[in-house]
């Protein structure tokens, strides 16, 4: 075994173990508190750019600088959400377990981990808003709160019109054993649908997802793309006033992309309401009316998606044609 | 899309009345969760849902042959099998409804961060699904222990219906006690296990306990008088085997089920919202 060359670090002492991890921890707090301090000049800039944003209300200026967007947003707010914070207690991070919850108990102090920082952001009727942002910079997180699965720390949401937004996730409340039939009752209840009301888009869901016959087979044993071709085709069938999306578009082959993109056009246009995280610059671009831009929980700026494209890519250091590769 | 919409608060928590209306509006939801659950555990195997009745039919063999026969806990009573098979079918119902509320939130975690329901459905619908285990429990228990007892079904048979209802409080009761605890302490999951074992052989299940504790101190009787199974079991042997059932037996069960649930229901609903936080 010792002689073996082994791709497995050495191994450590509990001590050495402790100290590499303390280290990485003061590493990545020195990174965090040096871009924290880079961007402060930024944000400044930013806030007020933003604020600029805020008065310009939604026109056909923008809807021309945008003409893939679909439809047009009306001026009315579809989501209202005020001074936003969520913060995780960084024990959560870590394996939770009663030693550690003990010790974390006592170490209060520990300064918790900030996920959304006073994001105050309106959402308006008919408007494709996308989130952008680098990894950990509480796009998710803040798209889980205005679901209202996530209540903030600080803050309020408040949602006009008569649903509540959906968060279009694939399977949720799918069980790979059962058959694709079971599962499109069990996602469409977990996502608050009635069962008559399945009973009654059931067949335009399974014509949707195009699986035909394998809708009574086990969703095991589906192939990656058939089974999220089912998910999308009952995330989306609920007709939802207001969409939150995260990462979801690429779903099945050409083929299927073409049509749930298609679809997503013709929600909008249905005068419904879309926010979207996604890392797909090129496609948030030509898709939304606007573009919010995160970094470490706080909102950088809001605005037209190519001035805040140019900008956010900027900041990263990337050409337009390095970004135009993926 | 009038002006006057309605709004709705995201961030506001709904009153109990409210809670309770939605809950009610998710029936279907827990009954296909359970269900599923049941089906899930057995599709891929050959026999199916008859695993459900086999199941129990193994334990129970297993016990009667380490209890009835190698220790011979029965000493010459004719109804031992009857004895020991509804202890411990009734017992494996609260087992398995102890080690689901430990287990469903974790397991439904994607579907916690992504929708929006009262998550008091989770462990609602683990209950449910050990209560339909264990009402397909029931079909062995009476092929073997109840038509050799003779007299079953008798007049206090009725007396399952107030036993099973008791006991499903219980049992949901603990379900949402174990779920808000396992959370914060992942370590508990670990524990229930364990403890659902010594909590069996410290009720009626396997030999009547009064009999086994003659010589006990009378501080061990008095506390394991408290024991909610050995009320609850003190039922169901009314219920299937004509015991005479004692008047702790009614009032010990009721009160410690609806005690249970209500407690269980009012801190759940108090950590709720809590539980994204914990489960991210």
Not at chain 1, 147 to 162: F, H, I, R, S
Request: glycine share 8%.
């Amino acid at each position: 075994m010792t002689d073996e060359p082994s791709s497995k670090p050495p191994r450590l002492t509990p001590e050495e173990r402790a100290a590499r991890v303390a280290a990485r921890q003061e590493a990545r707090r020195a990174e965090r508190a040096a871009r924290r301090e880079a961007e402060r000049a930024a944000r400044q800039q930013a806030a007020a750019e933003q604020r600029a944003a805020r008065q310009q209300t939604v026109s056909q200026e923008r809807a021309a600088a945008v003409p893939a967007a679909a439809g047009e947003p009306s001026s009315e707010p579809a989501i209202v959400a005020r001074n936003l914070t969520v913060k995780f207690r960084p024990f959560a991070e870590r394996q939770p377990s009663l030693r550690r919850h003990g010790l974390a108990a006592l170490r209060r102090h520990e300064t918790p981990v900030v996920a959304v920082d006073d994001v105050s952001l309106t959402v308006f009727r008919g408007e494709a808003l996308g989130i952008i942002g680098s990894n950990g910079a509480g796009k998710t997180t803040l798209l889980r709160v205005l679901a209202g699965t996530l209540p903030p720390d600080t803050g309020e949401v408040e949602v006009y019109g008569t649903q509540p937004p959906t968060m279009l996730s694939l399977g949720a409340g799918f069980n790979r054993k059962l058959s694709g039939r079971r599962n499109v009752y069990l996602g469409g209840m977990a996502a608050g649908l009635l069962k008559p009301q399945i009973d009654e888009m059931f067949d335009d869901i399974v014509a949707y997802s195009g699986l035909g016959d394998a809708i009574d087979r086990p969703a095991g044993t589906y192939s990656s793309g058939m089974f999220a071709r089912l998910a999308f085709a009952v995330a989306i069938r609920r007709d939802p006033q207001i969409l939150l999306l995260d990462e979801v578009f690429a779903v099945g082959d050409q083929a299927f992309k073409k049509k749930s993109a298609e679809t997503m056009q013709q929600l909008l246009a249905n005068a419904g309401t879309i926010v979207m995280v996604s890392h797909g610059l090129a496609r948030l671009r030509r898709f939304c009316h606007r573009l919010a831009w995160m970094d470490q929980g706080r909102l950088i700026a809001i605005g037209a998606p190519d001035e805040i494209a140019s900008r956010y890519l900027s900041f990263l250091g990337i050409s337009e044609e390095e970004a135009q590769e993926d | 899309m009038a002006n006057a919409s309605p709004v709705l608060s995201l961030s506001r928590r709904d009153g109990l009345g409210a809670y309770l209306v939605e809950l009610w509006r998710r029936r279907h939801f827990v009954w296909h969760l359970a269900i599923g659950g049941i089906r899930a555990r057995t599709s891929s195997t050959t026999l199916g849902l008859l695993w459900w009745m086999l199941d129990p039919l193994i334990l129970g063999g297993v016990f009667l042959l380490v209890f009835g026969v190698i220790l011979d806990v029965r000493r010459g009573d004719p109804a031992y099998i009857g004895f020991l098979l509804s202890g411990l079918f009734a017992f494996t119902y609260t087992r398995t409804t102890m080690m689901g509320g430990g287990n469903t939130l974790t397991a439904n975690a994607h579907l916690i961060a992504t929708q929006r329901f009262p998550r008091m459905v989770l462990p609602i619908a683990s209950v449910v699904e050990g209560a339909v285990a264990f009402s397909f429990s029931l079909v062995p228990w009476f092929l073997i222990a109840g038509g050799a007892h003779g007299d079953w079904p008798g007049r206090y048979t009725v007396v399952l219906l107030p036993a099973f209802v008791f006991h499903t409080l219980f049992n949901l009761g603990l379900s949402l006690l174990i779920a808000q605890l396992v959370i914060p302490f992942r370590d508990i999951g670990n524990v229930v296990g364990h403890l659902s074992r010594i909590w069996m052989y410290m009720s009626p299940v396997i030999y009547p306990l009064d009999e086994r504790l003659r010589n006990a101190p009378e501080a061990l009787v008095q506390i394991l008088q408290f024991n909610p199974m050995a009320a609850i079991l003190g039922l169901y042997r009314t219920a299937l085997l004509n015991h005479p059932s004692e008047a702790y037996h009614w009032w010990g069960s009721a009160a410690w089920a609806v005690g249970l649930v209500v407690v269980g229901a009012v801190t759940f609903r108090r950590m709720e919202h809590k539980l994204p936080r914990y489960l991210a």
